[in-house]
């Protein structure tokens, strides 16, 4: 059975051949890379939506050097806490897969057999997270409308992605955990710097959440340095920076062979606050 539900009824859906079905008869082709859509058109104005494929592929190249394999470690070593057999894991808002998929092989190491499942907005990352990891579901879908049964999940990732806070309590158990990645204050501020006349730091939220305990904290603070014009123009395309910047200020860029910049992440774990053990470190 599949972890996903029918979006129109919320009942279970299973997979039969090229097609995912629920017991009313509402059926969802599969896509030839693997993935599911189960985003309904009213739950969403655009019609293009999500991460386009140059953006995808930037980020897939600029990920695969490494400079963000800190951050997934230690989003790793806390998911590993949780490790249970048959865990269910999904990740909301999974994007291309990177972190997913490492968690789901450290998972599959230890003999846990997980159930794993990723959503996103874009068509365009879940081709490539398809191709990642093929034993894992992926499903197009909002964070805002979670395709997942009530009390259905025990890890839930959140990696750079939306909160939101009711639908996470509603699919996670009543001891299931939340992870979640956000940028620092002076995350990716040397890329800034380097484009804008009057760079601007992030703005952090407090971590404490509604319906939620904060349990676990880990902060990563690091510089990592480009030294190539391709990989500059990776992480550049790869944020959203790129798409609000102009012409003038992204050929700042155009001639630059090394870039050097902080990288901040808080790593942050919470339990739903009607049932809450805190973790001692």
């Known amino acids: 059975m599949s972890l996903f539900c029918c979006p129109n009824c919320m009942a279970p859906l299973s997979r039969q051949q090229n097609r995912m079905v629920c017991p009313a008869g509402h059926s969802f082709d599969m896509a030839r890379s693997g993935y599911v859509n189960l985003l309904l058109s009213q739950q969403i104005s655009q019609k293009h939506h999500g991460d386009d494929k140059r953006m995808v592929r930037a980020r897939s190249a600029f990920l695969a050097g490494g400079y963000y394999d800190p951050m997934r470690q230690e989003l790793i070593r806390q998911a590993m806490v949780e490790a249970r057999p048959g865990i269910t894991v999904l990740d909301a808002g999974c994007g291309e897969g990177y972190y997913t998929a490492e968690l789901?092989?450290?998972?599959?190491?230890?003999?846990?057999?997980?159930?794993?499942?990723?959503?996103?907005?874009?068509?365009?990352?879940?081709?490539?997270?398809?191709?990642?990891?093929?034993?894992?579901?992926?499903?197009?879908?909002?964070?805002?409308?979670?395709?997942?049964?009530?009390?259905?999940?025990?890890l839930l990732l959140s990696v750079f992605a939306p909160y939101?806070?009711?639908?996470?309590?509603?699919?996670?158990?009543?001891?299931?955990?939340?992870?979640?990645?956000?940028?620092?204050?002076?995350?990716?501020?040397?890329?800034?710097?380097?484009?804008?006349?009057?760079?601007?730091?992030?703005?952090?939220?407090?971590?404490?959440?509604?319906?939620?305990?904060?349990?676990?904290?880990?902060?990563?603070?690091?510089?990592?340095?480009?030294?190539?014009?391709?990989?500059?123009?990776?992480l550049f395309m790869m944020t959203p920076y790129y798409y609000k910047t102009g012409a003038a200020d992204q050929q700042k860029l155009a001639l630059r062979e090394w870039l050097t910049t902080p990288v901040e992440f808080a790593v942050l774990g919470y339990q739903r606050a009607d049932c809450c053990i805190i973790e001692k470190r």
């Not at 990723?118 to 894992?136: P, V």
């Not at 971590?207 to 349990?215: A, H, I, R």
């Open 164 to 234: 939101c806070g009711e639908e996470f309590r509603r699919v996670l158990k009543p001891r299931g955990r939340l992870l979640m990645v956000i940028p620092l204050e002076n995350h990716l501020y040397g890329l800034k710097e380097a484009i804008y006349e009057k760079p601007y730091r992030n703005t952090v939220k407090p971590f404490e959440l509604e319906g939620f305990t904060l349990v676990q904290k880990q902060e990563l603070r690091y510089a990592i340095t480009l030294t190539s014009h391709e990989e500059i123009q990776n």
């Open 104 to 154: 789901v092989r450290r998972l599959r190491e230890g003999g846990y057999a997980p159930q794993a499942a990723g959503i996103d907005i874009s068509k365009a990352a879940l081709q490539e997270a398809a191709r990642r990891e093929t034993g894992t579901e992926w499903a197009v879908a909002s964070c805002f409308h979670l395709p997942v049964a009530a009390q259905s999940v025990d």
